[in-house]
Structure formats: structure tokens, C-alpha cells
């Protein structure tokens, strides 16, 4: 590592600490870690999203038009997708005390800058970087949660985990436009920046590296799930052994990416363009639409809780549980493509209907590929899986709002089912795939609680 970084460097173990000690301290720091990384995670969104909320006033201030938004947009997505493989590589050889900390201060200098900036160069190149530095968010919370959490309550754990996704966005939208409308549009960036910092500030006291650091023993270990500690498992890995050895010759990581690939087009296909379809084919009101998008993510929320519990209690499928939600996803864009204009419920309850079973996929895939690799490289897999579904997002932005300009809707939402049906098609192939540890007998003592 390069020198000026070495401070990121995984921390070293700690002496053992004595078995009454360790089991009073263990809980209180698996939930510390899970309460932090939820907490930094979250608010890694209000420096990522906030520009969608204002880009109108923005645009309209700086004399900036949609395509110029749009490319901004793209180019963020296409950023965020390559920094969440490459910020993920270097996060397993990271201590996540101080890289996710890192992350969120570079990605509040890029909304300072953005929002002191009137050039459209400038303002294209700080959120490109932005993107590339918001990869440094999931890594270092894959690495915590795949440490202090053992396989067979990583559904669970992850699943309330990822409510952070819709608690940053909740909040995103409120504070920058509350910022925007009271002070200027500069503030939409200004102030999530400086929360940013301070939560920056805020992790660097919570946040902890792996349990040895601290002399606990391996979660498998405290779980009663290994006798042992397992020193293959503990050891970190050198970057080939990370790209090549656990992830770019992995052939589940390629299914499973491959398949978030489709997903993705899924997901953001109605986050990206659901309300203009409402309003112009639906006759849907401005607020109608902006509602869709409410119900829509609002609705993933308890169904995300509850697919990744139900799938540590399918033995840890997560291709299965995945598999079982986007056909219900299938079937409810049939519904909208053959509900006729005057039904907008019937609309808003399918759109609801997507988005509590298109969710669980999202996240249950990232977990798979924590499942199928060394925890010590959870950061690399979940980035490698990421750059794929944001590679889906990118070419639905950009190849679904072509054809409807140039071939209407129909063929937008036909294409649309395409892709979720290749996603049920890749998802089959997976549906008998188990980790390892599932497969290995626990002793009697397993199945402590948080």
C-alpha cells in the first residue's frame, strides 16, 4: 500500500481477551458495528442523490439543459458502478475505520466544489468523481457486517441493514430540497456535506476493524459455528488473490452478476421513468407520479426484512429467494402494460407489487456473493456484482428512453419484461446453489442470538 495510505491498512490482532469479557463485550459491539455502518451508509446517500432533487433549479439558474443533467446522471452511474469494484477491492485490504470515513470526506469536498461551481466541465467532472468516490461506502460495511456476522444470520442482519438504502433516500430528498427552497440551490450540496463530514467524524469513533483487532475471537467461533479458529479463513488476501483467485475466476460471481444485470434494468426502469409513463400514458398528475415513485420504495422496505430472514431459513438459497420474487415482478409489468388509462390505483398497487418483490433481489444477490467467497474479500465481490447492475442501470437509462421516443411505450415496457424474464432465466441456475457453511454441521452449541 502506498505510503500517504498506509494508515488504512487492516489492524493488527489484539491479545485474546478472557472468555467472560469477550462474551459481555461481543454484543455490544456487533450491534455498535450494524448501528454505525447503517448510519454512515445512509447518509453516504445525501451526498449521492441529492442532485436529482434539484437539477430543475439548478438547470434553470445555470441555463442548463436536460440532456446536460442526464449525461451528469449517466456518467455519476457508470462512476459509481466501476468505484464500487475497484473501492471494493481496496476496502478488503482496508481498515474500515478509517477508509469508510475517508470515503464520506472526499465525497463531501465534491459537493463543497460542486456547489461553488458554475461551470458545466467542472460541475460533469466533480460529480464523475463524486461516483467513483461514493464506492468507497459499501465496501468497508460488507467487510464489517461479513465479520462480526456469520453466514447463517447474514440474510437477517443484511436485510435490516439495507433499510439504510431507503432511509438515505427519504432523507436525501427532505434535506435538499428543504436546503434548496431556504438558501439557494448550492445548498442542497452544502448541507449534506457537512453532514457528511460529521458523520465522518461519527464513524471514526464507532467503527471498529475485525473482532481479533479488538482480541475477540472469529464469529464463527463466538456463533459456536467452528470449534476453531480457521487461519485460512482470518488470513487478508493479496490483490491477485482477491481479483483472480476469489472473484474474476468465480463462476457463481458471473451468474449472480450477470443476473443483477437484469435486475437492476428492473428496478430502475420504473424509478427512472415510471412517472413520465404515468403522466403521458396514464394521465397521471405531476404529484401522481411523484407518488409512484413513493410507493414504490416505500414498499421494498418490510419485504426486504423479510426475504432476507426467510432465506438464512431456506439453508442460505438466496438465488432461490431471489428467483421466487422477480416472478411476481413479471407478472405485475404485464399488469401495467394492460391496465387501460383510468385505473391510476391499479397502477400505483402494481408499482407497489414491484417494488416489495424487486428489493429483496437487490440485496440478496450482494449477500450471495459474500456467501460464495472469502469474507475477506466481500468488498471485491459485492463491487464486482454492483458494477454489473449498475451497468444494467445505465443501459436502461439510456436504451429504454430511446425506444419510447422512437417506438412509444409498448415496445419501452416489452423490453423491460424481456429483461426480467433473463433475469428469472440466469436466477434458475442458481435456485439449488448453498454456501459451504451450510452444508457443514455446526456443534451443538450453535445459534447464539446478537
Given at each position: 500500500m502506498f505510503a500517504p495510505f498506509r494508515f488504512l491498512r487492516p489492524a493488527p490482532p489484539a491479545p485474546l481477551l478472557p472468555q467472560a469479557e469477550a462474551e459481555r463485550l461481543y454484543p455490544k459491539l456487533r450491534w455498535q458495528i450494524l448501528e454505525a455502518t447503517f448510519i454512515g451508509y445512509a447518509t453516504f446517500y445525501l451526498v449521492r442523490?441529492?442532485?436529482?432533487?434539484?437539477?430543475?433549479?439548478?438547470?434553470?439558474?445555470?441555463?442548463?439543459?436536460?440532456?446536460?443533467?442526464?449525461?451528469?446522471?449517466?456518467?455519476?452511474?457508470?462512476?459509481?458502478?466501476?468505484?464500487?469494484?475497484?473501492?471494493?477491492?481496496?476496502?478488503?485490504?482496508?481498515?474500515?475505520?478509517?477508509?469508510?470515513?475517508?470515503?464520506?470526506?472526499?465525497?463531501?469536498?465534491?459537493?463543497?466544489?460542486f456547489g461553488a461551481m458554475a461551470s458545466y466541465s467542472v460541475h460533469l467532472l466533480l460529480w464523475t468523481l463524486n461516483g467513483l468516490v461514493q464506492g468507497m461506502g459499501w465496501g468497508p460495511c460488507g467487510r464489517s457486517l461479513g465479520h462480526w456476522f456469520s453466514v447463517r444470520e447474514r440474510g437477517t442482519v443484511f436485510a435490516i441493514w439495507n433499510i439504510a438504502h431507503n432511509v438515505g433516500g427519504g432523507l436525501t430528498g427532505i434535506i435538499a430540497a428543504y436546503s434548496a427552497h431556504h438558501l439557494g440551490w448550492q445548498y442542497a450540496f452544502h448541507v449534506p456535506a457537512l453532514l457528511a463530514v460529521l458523520c465522518a467524524l461519527y464513524l471514526l469513533l464507532?467503527?471498529?476493524?475485525?473482532?481479533?483487532?479488538?482480541?475477540?475471537?472469529?464469529?464463527?467461533v463466538y456463533r459456536g459455528e467452528a470449534p476453531e479458529p480457521d487461519a485460512a479463513r482470518e488470513r487478508e488476501l493479496g490483490t491477485r488473490e482477491l481479483l483472480f483467485g476469489q472473484v474474476l475466476n468465480n463462476r457463481v460471481l458471473w451468474l449472480f452478476a450477470a443476473a443483477n444485470f437484469f435486475v437492476y434494468i428492473a428496478r430502475y426502469s420504473l424509478l427512472d421513468w415510471g412517472p413520465t409513463y404515468?403522466?403521458?400514458?396514464?394521465?397521471?398528475?405531476?404529484?401522481?407520479?411523484?407518488?409512484?415513485?413513493?410507493?414504490?420504495?416505500?414498499?421494498?422496505?418490510?419485504?426486504?426484512?423479510?426475504?432476507?430472514?426467510?432465506?438464512?431459513?431456506?439453508?442460505?438459497?438466496?438465488?432461490?429467494?431471489?428467483?421466487?420474487?422477480?416472478?411476481p415482478v413479471l407478472l405485475a409489468l404485464g399488469g401495467i402494460l394492460?391496465?387501460?388509462?383510468?385505473?391510476?390505483?391499479?397502477?400505483?398497487?402494481?408499482?407497489?407489487?414491484?417494488?416489495?418483490?424487486?428489493?429483496?433481489?437487490?440485496?440478496?444477490?450482494?449477500v450471495a456473493g459474500l456467501d460464495f467467497t472469502s469474507k475477506k474479500a466481500v468488498g471485491t465481490a459485492a463491487g464486482?456484482?454492483?458494477?454489473?447492475?449498475y451497468l444494467g442501470r445505465t443501459a436502461q437509462g439510456k436504451g429504454l428512453g430511446w425506444v419510447a421516443q422512437h417506438y412509444g411505450w409498448t415496445p419501452a415496457l416489452l423490453a423491460v419484461l424481456v429483461c426480467t424474464l433473463l433475469s428469472i432465466v440466469l436466477l434458475a441456475a442458481t435456485w439449488r446453489l448453498q454456501?459451504?457453511?451450510?452444508?457443514?454441521?455446526?456443534?451443538?452449541?450453535?445459534g447464539r442470538h446478537v
Open positions: 442523490n441529492n442532485l436529482p432533487v434539484v437539477s430543475k433549479e439548478m438547470g434553470e439558474a445555470l441555463a442548463y439543459s436536460k440532456a446536460q443533467i442526464g449525461d451528469m446522471l449517466a456518467a455519476t452511474a457508470i462512476a459509481y458502478g466501476i468505484g464500487k469494484f475497484l473501492m471494493g477491492a481496496w476496502s478488503d485490504r482496508s481498515n474500515p475505520r478509517y477508509f469508510m470515513p475517508l470515503g464520506l470526506l472526499l465525497t463531501a469536498l465534491c459537493n463543497f466544489l464507532r467503527l471498529r476493524d475485525t473482532p481479533q483487532s479488538v482480541g475477540l475471537p472469529p464469529v464463527e404515468l403522466k403521458e400514458v396514464k394521465n397521471a398528475s405531476l404529484t401522481q407520479g411523484g407518488l409512484s415513485t413513493a410507493v414504490f420504495e416505500f414498499a421494498g422496505i418490510f419485504s426486504t426484512l423479510l426475504m432476507g430472514w426467510l432465506s438464512d431459513r431456506a439453508g442460505g438459497r438466496r438465488g432461490m429467494v431471489s428467483l421466487l420474487c422477480m416472478a394492460m391496465t387501460p388509462p383510468g385505473l391510476l390505483w391499479v397502477d400505483m398497487a402494481l408499482f407497489a407489487v414491484i417494488g416489495f418483490f424487486v428489493y429483496p433481489p437487490v440485496m440478496l444477490l450482494g464486482f456484482i454492483g458494477l454489473f447492475g454456501p459451504r457453511d451450510w452444508k457443514r454441521e455446526a456443534p451443538a452449541e450453535a
